[in-house]
Structure formats: structure tokens, C-alpha cells
């Protein structure tokens, strides 16, 4: 269960991205933690009641009031602040969702739709033009609200994510892309890590799972850890409106070597890279390197 077909009433966006992926949450995530942990959340406004999956609006509010920030973690695409009373605070930022900490005196950015007052004074906003982030509050042991999130597949850049776990994830028949997309198989990857992992590999995306040789798949599981760990060390990609809480832009998108390079030279061979929708969404790779 994917978090998007969750959403799928409000899935029509073939070629718009599902920013952020991993590192870019990733990123976030530190950040958070660093700015965070030991604050105490003074109170919680909610703009835009529809982001608040879980309890109601008022539940949420109400449960927020007064709680210390103990931690902040991350499963996939999904931010995890654990709080004092063991709630657990989930953020999804869906496509162009981001987090900013703001002075209370200072302007609000537009489309600002959540504000999280801390008691030290500072402001946690939630910022979202396009509105397909969402938030919960959950309690402790409580899985049920967010069933994508508990579906999850195993975290690409955890040290037990062995070859052996990622031939566990791509058994079937589907295509090698779609599989990659799908968070129930691998946590995290979206568009662009899935595009430029396979480029790295050398596979080509519409490749079936079954067909996929025990030494492809190590390619694959080599190139998937070394794209998301380069993009957080260059503080992820920037293609549409990602920044960061300090609100950065990442550079990674420069080292894209095929996502949206459509009829550009491929940087490995000098081949024309093509684009070609699968599953609903555009997949870019060099058919002359990717096989
Ligand atoms: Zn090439």
C-alpha cells in the first residue's frame, strides 16, 4: 500500500514529482532532530483540517499541547517525531510539502497551513502549495490509521539492507521500475533515485523482475545505496520546489544523469536518453547503456 494510492482520488499528475524521496526527507530529518529535540510544543495550528488524517483536527490539536520533542526518526518518505508522551508525530510532505522554522514575529510564507508553536518561542510551519501532504498523531502501538506506513519495505541505506533483502523484495514479475517505486518493496525511492539507479546499474527500467540475473541485482542494490547516499551528501535534489529547513535548495539535481535529460547525450556513453511512461509515470534511461 503505497502512500499515493491512498490519495488516489487526487492522482492525476503523470509527470509531476513526488518530491520529496529519501534523502530528501532524509535530510530533514537531521535537521529536525538538531533543532528540535527537547523543545516543547507550546500549542498546534491547524489551517487546513484535510493534511490531519488522524484523530480530528481538534484531537490532534489538543494532543500536540504541551508535548517535548524526544526524537525525530524517518520510515521511507515519512517523518517520525517521537514525543514525551509516546505519540508519535508523522509528517508526509506528499510532493511539495516543506517544513520551515520561522521567528513567531516574522511573515508567514504563503500556503503556510499548519503552524506548530514551540515554547521557546520559534514556529515549526508547514508549508504546502499543492496540498497532497498529510499529518497524524498517533498513539503508542497504534498502526491502523496509517497502514502504508507499517507496509513499509526495508530502508534502502540501513546497514541490514543486504543484497540478499533486495532480491527479497524484487521477487514477481512486474517491471523492474514500478517495482523499485513500490514502497511496499523498497522504503523511500521515488522518480528520480529509481531513474537514476537504474542508469547506474546499467538495467533497463522495463526489465521484468523474473528475469533479472543474482548479478543484476547486486548492480542494482550497489547503485540504489550509492545514488541515495551521493544526493544526501549533496543535500538531495532540488527539481522543483524541495528545500530544506533552512530553506536550501539541494544540488543533486546537477548530477541527474538521465531524470529529465530527455533527447540530452547520456554522460556515460554519449547515447540519446529517452523517456517512456511506465506505470503511469515517465521513466528516463539511456537504452544503449541499460540493458
Ligand atoms: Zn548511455
Known sequence: MMHSMLRSGRNAYEDVETLPELPEVEIIRRQLEKELAGA??????????????????????RGLKGRRVEGVGRRGKYLLIGLDDGHELVIHLGMTGSLVLAEPA????????????????????????????????LRPGDRSPLRGLYAMGPEPLEKNFTCAVL???????????????????????????????????????LRRLDGLTPDEIERIHRAVREVLSEAI?????????????????GSFQDSHRVYRREGERCPSCGGTIRREVISGRSSYFCPNCQK
Open 40 to 61: 516543547r510544543i507550546a500549542a498546534c495550528e491547524v489551517g487546513l483540517p484535510r493534511l490531519v488524517t488522524y484523530p480530528t483536527p481538534l484531537g490532534y490539536r
Open 106 to 137: 516574522g511573515e508567514r510564507p504563503r500556503h503556510t497551513h499548519i503552524v506548530f508553536h514551540l515554547e521557546d518561542g520559534r514556529d515549526l510551519l508547514y508549508v504546502d502549495p499543492r496540498t497532497f501532504g498529510e499529518t497524524a498523531l
Open 167 to 205: 532480491e527479497d523484495s524484487l521477487r514477481g514479475k512486474c517491471r523492474v521500475k514500478s517495482a523499485l517505486l513500490d514502497q511496499s518493496r523498497v522504503a523511500g525511492i521515488g522518480n528520480i533515485y529509481a531513474d537514476e539507479s537504474l542508469h547506474r546499474a546499467g538495467i533497463d527500467p
Open 233 to 249: 551528501l549533496r543535500g538531495g535534489s532540488s527539481v522543483s520546489d524541495y528545500i530544506d529547513l533552512r530553506g536550501e535548495r
